[in-house]
T-cell receptor, first 109, second 117 residues
Framework: AQRVTQPEKLLSVFKGAPVELKCNYS??????LFWYVQYSRQRLQLLLR??SRESIKGFTADLNKGETSFHLKKPFAQEEDSAMYYC???????????FGSGTKLNVKP | DTGVSQDPRHKITKRGQNVTFRCDPI?????LYWYRQTLGQGPEFLTY????????KSRLLSDRFSAERPKGSFSTLEIQRTEQGDSAMYLC???????????????FGPGTRLTVL
């Protein structure tokens, strides 16, 4: 069965500090991994996907199949990064998502 | 606003009452999804439609829940005989099939927050 685990409910860092939001998954096939973000009073939106291997707003995430992890990283956090972050898994090219429980990132000035 | 819309945004009801939510997807999207999100959790898949066909239902969707998408456009989610455990945010999302869109991405609505007293 598929499962997405985000071990941290809350992560607080100071502005300019590095950030790493952890995500581990279990899935028997070939999944696609995503990070979704929800800013205060806004809807859930896609931040990045592992297939694109892109950097969005300074965030990157690398899929580690050996450790079944997809951690989200940013070298220098900004206050505007404060939000809820959800890691999600989808069977390859299928469009059905399984979400983790989310990590609230709080970037302090 | 050309994004996914949901109505109402908030609903307060008494236990035992029926409620119905509406979702209007992005117009060209033929896939529509319903999720439920309880406090402290991520969204949990409930069901999805491709056009008017309901292709999958989660075990979370009890007999009191029914979803329709009669013309392949908007969708409704009805909860009969509501219980306090139904209190949650109900999210709708839409997409094109990944093979058509070229990417695997869903676009979410703002959600309907249900409170059952």
């Amino acid at each position: 069965a598929q499962r997405v685990t985000q071990p941290e409910k809350l992560l607080s860092v100071f502005k300019g500090a590095p950030v790493e939001l952890k995500c581990n998954y279990s899935y028997s096939g070939s999944p696609e991994l995503f990070w979704y973000v929800q800013y205060s009073r806004q809807r859930l939106q896609l931040l990045l996907r592992h297939i694109s291997r892109e950097s969005i707003k300074g965030f990157t995430a690398d899929l580690n199949k050996g450790e079944t992890s997809f951690h989200l990283k940013k070298p220098f956090a900004q206050e505007e990064d404060s939000a809820m972050y959800y890691c999600a898994l989808s069977p390859y090219n299928f469009n059905k998502f399984y979400f983790g429980s989310g990590t609230k990132l709080n970037v302090k000035p | 606003d050309t994004g996914v819309s949901q109505d109402p945004r908030h609903k307060i009801t008494k236990r035992g009452q029926n409620v119905t939510f509406r979702c209007d997807p992005i117009s060209e999207h033929n896939r529509l999804y319903w999720y439920r999100q309880t406090l402290g959790q991520g969204p949990e898949f409930l069901t999805y439609f491709q056009n008017e066909a309901q292709l999958e239902k989660s075990r979370l969707l009890s007999d009191r829940f029914s979803a329709e998408r009669p013309k392949g456009s908007f969708s409704t989610l009805e909860i009969q005989r509501t219980e306090q455990g139904d209190s949650a945010m109900y999210l709708c999302a839409s997409s094109l099939p990944p093979r058509l869109a070229g990417i695997n991405e869903q676009f979410f609505g703002p959600g309907t927050r249900l409170t059952v007293l």
